[in-house]
C-alpha cells in the first residue's frame, strides 16, 4: 500500500503571506503510461465534505482561484497558497489516486495568524 | 448541476448493520466510479472503497473486507454503502464522492452521513 505523510501538521500565516504544504507519498505516484502523477489535492471546511483543488499534482480544477498552485513528481509534492486570504482557512489533505488503497494524507491545517 | 445527495444520520447499536444511500443527479449515472470515504470525529479522511456504476465491480479497503458491501440501483441513479457487524470506532461522518472520469480525483462529493455507534 502507498502510504501519503504531510507536513507540518498545522500552520498559521499572515494574510497575503505564503503558505506552504508538503505531502510525500511512499512510492511513486507517477504514471509511466501518460506520465501524469495521480495526485490530488483537497480543502475541507468545517463542517462541509472535501473540495476537489488540484489533480494531476499541479493542475487546477475549474473555478480554483490562481493563488492556489500544485508542483513536485513522484513522490514529492508541494500545494502553495500564493497569498492567503480568510476564506482559505481548512484543512488540506492529498490523497494518492494511482493505486488502491487510495490513500489521503493526514492534513494540514492552515490557520490566520 | 452534478449532486450527490445522501440519506440522513443514523445512530446504531454495536453489532447492527447501517445502509447510507447516495443519489446523483445532473450526469449520467452509469458511466462514473462512485468512491467511499469516512471521517471519524476530529480525524482525517480515510478510504473505504470503490464501485464501478458501469461493470459493477467493487474494490475494498482491506481493513473492511467482509463487513461492507457497495451497490448500485441504475434505475434511480442511486449508490449504497452497507457496513455490518459495527463497533463503535466506525462512528463517523459517510461520505460518497464522484470518480472523475478523466482521472482526476474525486471531483463531486456528497454533504456527508453522520453514522453514530452507541451502545
Known amino acids: 500500500d502507498i502510504v501519503m505523510t504531510q507536513s507540518p501538521d498545522s500552520l498559521a500565516v499572515s494574510l497575503g503571506e505564503r503558505a506552504t504544504i508538503n505531502c510525500k507519498s511512499s512510492?511513486?505516484?507517477?504514471?509511466?503510461?501518460?506520465?501524469?502523477?495521480?495526485l490530488a489535492w483537497y480543502q475541507q471546511k468545517p463542517g462541509q465534505p472535501p473540495k476537489l483543488l488540484i489533480y494531476w499534482a499541479s493542475t487546477r480544477e475549474s473555478g480554483v482561484p490562481d493563488r492556489f498552485s500544485g508542483s513536485g513528481s513522484g513522490t514529492d509534492f508541494t500545494l502553495t497558497i500564493s497569498s492567503l486570504q480568510a476564506e482559505d482557512v481548512a484543512v488540506y489533505y492529498c490523497q494518492q489516486y494511482y493505486g488502491t488503497p487510495q490513500a489521503f494524507g493526514p492534513g494540514t491545517k492552515v490557520d490566520i495568524k | 448541476q452534478v449532486q450527490l445527495v445522501q440519506s440522513g444520520g443514523e445512530v446504531k447499536k454495536p453489532g447492527a448493520s447501517v445502509k447510507v444511500s447516495c443519489k446523483a443527479s445532473?450526469?449520467?449515472?452509469?458511466?462514473?466510479?462512485i468512491s467511499w470515504v469516512r471521517q471519524a470525529p476530529g480525524q482525517g479522511l480515510e478510504w473505504m472503497g470503490w464501485i464501478s456504476v458501469y461493470n459493477i465491480n467493487t474494490n475494498y479497503a482491506q481493513k473492511l473486507q467482509g463487513r461492507v458491501t457497495m451497490t448500485t440501483d441504475t434505475s434511480t441513479s442511486t449508490a449504497y454503502m452497507e457496513l455490518r457487524s459495527l463497533r463503535s470506532d466506525d462512528t463517523a461522518v459517510y461520505y460518497c464522492?464522484?470518480?472523475?472520469?478523466?482521472?482526476?480525483?474525486?471531483?463531486?462529493w456528497g454533504q456527508g452521513t453522520l453514522v453514530t455507534v452507541s451502545a
Open positions: 512510492q511513486s505516484v507517477l504514471s509511466s503510461s501518460n506520465n501524469k502523477n495521480f
Open positions: 464522492a464522484r470518480v472523475s472520469s478523466s482521472e482526476r480525483g474525486f471531483d463531486y
Open positions: 445532473g450526469y449520467t449515472f452509469s458511466t462514473y466510479s
